[in-house]
């Protein structure tokens, strides 16, 4: 689907969508394939939640139907494709594959304190050799304010929760998160890859930052669920 003159999104296996593009066509895929640790069938998180003023507060946790695409890694196939394609690469989970992934690292710092969540997640980063950190606040409820490399400036709460991104996909990532990737690693006018769309964030961080994407997911739930997301981004910014 075409949803604006940079944005194409299908709903399709990613080696189909792959296999119809040539050689280094797209200049940076960015990519979270999935980790082979059963996200895809998450339990029930608590419904507390401790304000920074350290008030506890009941909140609504999201509910997610359990399916199976999280059961087993990506194959070699799927790397050695997304390689043929792409000039560079960006892949989350970086840590959870065997395959030769040389490079450079990101850390996203998710400001987690005493959580019983991942306090981290580390990409694979083909455009260097660097390990680079982010922090982005983001445990359930409470989502941060600002995404930086700073502690002191990361470590600021939302604070309404009525302006929180609303969570369909168990292993959603924040926009911000995919807005500072591609401020910091993709240059103006570059061709976007994902081949796993999941809740559709990085299509809005596309969109807000004027990079042209082409992206695909295979489930039709959470397809639909991000093409809706997507939409209502696009028309709320025309809106306004």
Same mark, same amino acid.
């Given at each position: 689907m075409k949803l604006t003159d940079?944005?194409?999104?299908?709903?399709?296996?990613?080696?189909?969508? %792959?296999?119809?593009?040539?050689?280094?066509y797209f200049d940076l895929a960015i990519v979270d394939p999935p980790y082979g640790i059963g996200a895809s069938k998450p339990s029930k998180?608590?419904? +507390?939640?401790? &304000? +920074? #003023?350290g008030e506890i507060l009941s909140v609504k946790t999201a509910e997610y139907t359990h399916k199976d695409w999280d059961n087993k890694l990506a194959d070699s196939d799927y790397f050695k494709e997304l390689k043929r394609v792409s000039k560079n690469q960006i892949v989350w989970g970086c840590n959870y594959y065997s395959f030769d992934l040389t490079g450079g690292r990101i850390v996203w710092d998710k400001m987690n304190g005493d959580s019983d969540q991942f306090d981290c997640e580390i990409a694979y980063n083909s455009l260097n050799k660097r390990t680079d950190i982010?922090?982005? %606040?983001?445990?359930? %409820?409470?989502?941060?304010?600002?995404?930086s490399k700073l502690?002191?400036?990361? #470590?600021? &709460?939302?604070?309404? +929760?009525?302006?929180?991104?609303?969570?369909?996909h168990p292993t959603q990532k924040p926009v911000k998160l995919y807005e500072?990737?591609?401020?910091n690693y993709a240059n103006e006018?570059?061709?976007?890859?994902?081949?796993?769309l999941g809740s559709g964030s990085i299509a809005l961080a596309c969109h807000n930052r004027g990079f042209e994407l082409t992206a695909c997911e295979l489930d039709k739930d959470y397809y639909e669920a991000a093409i809706k997301r997507i939409q209502n981004h696009i028309a709320q910014q025309r809106l306004f």
């Open positions: 940079k944005i194409e999104i299908t709903n399709e296996d990613n080696m189909e969508l %792959m296999a119809r593009y040539p050689d280094n998180k608590p419904n +507390k939640a401790k &304000q +920074k #003023n982010v922090r982005f %606040m983001w445990s359930g %409820m409470i989502q941060g304010l600002n995404i502690i002191s400036k990361a #470590n600021v &709460q939302q604070g309404n +929760k009525k302006l929180n991104e609303k969570r369909f500072w990737l591609l401020m006018g570059d061709k976007i890859l994902d081949t796993h």
